[in-house]
């Protein structure tokens, strides 16, 4: 069963090329070049602080800002996903 929170859109602010954010169904996305070829994502809850995904857990290389925008929304589907199945 599809959770409607996790199909919402997610709008991302700042620079796109550099470091850039949104803010989600109670989540923060973030997304920063770490240097030319590597990039670091990350999703955590609004209210906690807690992380809920980051790059460093991940497997996956990322090496632009669209590949770790779409790591980092990936993650924050699917968490509310879970939360939504769990309920």
């Given at each position: 069963m599809t959770n409607s929170k996790s199909a919402q859109p997610i709008a991302w602010t700042g620079d796109l090329s550099d470091d850039c954010?949104?803010?989600?169904?109670?989540?923060?996305?973030?997304?920063?070049?770490?240097?030319?070829?590597?990039?670091?994502?990350?999703?955590?809850?609004?209210?906690?602080k807690e992380p809920v995904a980051v790059s460093y857990d991940a497997s996956l290389r990322v090496?632009?800002?669209?590949?770790?925008?779409?790591?980092?929304?990936?993650?924050a589907?699917?968490?509310v996903a879970r939360a939504g199945d769990e309920k």
């Open positions: 954010t949104a803010e989600w169904n109670g989540l923060m996305l973030r997304a920063e070049a770490m240097s030319r070829t590597d990039w670091w994502w990350a999703v955590s809850d609004i209210e906690t090496t632009n800002g669209k590949k770790a925008r779409r790591a980092a929304e990936k993650a589907r699917e968490w």
